[in-house]
Structure formats: C-alpha cells, structure tokens
C-alpha cells in the first residue's frame, strides 16, 4: 500500500523539520515543499522484460512520431507539461 503526503518546510515543526533536514542532509528553505512517499519494494522487471518493454516504447514512438512533426518543440513541452500537472496538480516546470 502506498502513502504520501506534501508538506510545507515552513509549516514543519521543529522537531520534524530538523529530522528531514538530517536525512537530507542539507537546510531546508522555507520555500520549500516537501514530498514524502512511504511504499512496498518490488523485484525490478527481468533483462527479458524490460527488453520486451522498450521494444514496445520503440514501436509505439515509431508510429506516433511522424504525427508530431508539425508540432513545435515548445508546444510539444507545453503538452506534456499539462499531462504532468493533470497527474501532479503541483507540478512546475523547471524549463
């Protein structure tokens, strides 16, 4: 079962942000969000596997690419930034 939770470093106590601060190893700015995600490990896909996966992408890129040739660049970014947020409301683009 995964878990995870956004906090604010301001918002932090002192206590809690002084152990983030710890693991991380450097201060924390009080600009910052922190992400913490708690979750089971899994086996890594197999050499078999992921090979069969990235012929998958391969094949599928393949077929997408010559439909975004007429896209700009920027506009492809812009795209894919708003998939990114439509998943992770939170999201800014370091572009």
Known sequence: MEQSSLHSARSLSP???SALE???GR????NEEISVRAYQPHE???LAQQRAIAGE???Y???IDPK???ISESEQEE???EAIRSVRPGYRSTR
């Open 27 to 30: 201060a924390l700015g009080d």
């Open 44 to 46: 890594a896909p197999s």
């Open 79 to 81: 795209i894919l930034d």
């Open 22 to 24: 710890q693991l991380l």
């Open 15 to 17: 206590l809690v942000r």
């Open 57 to 59: 992408l391969r094949q």
């Open 61 to 63: 890129f393949a077929k």
């Open 68 to 70: 975004s040739k007429d």
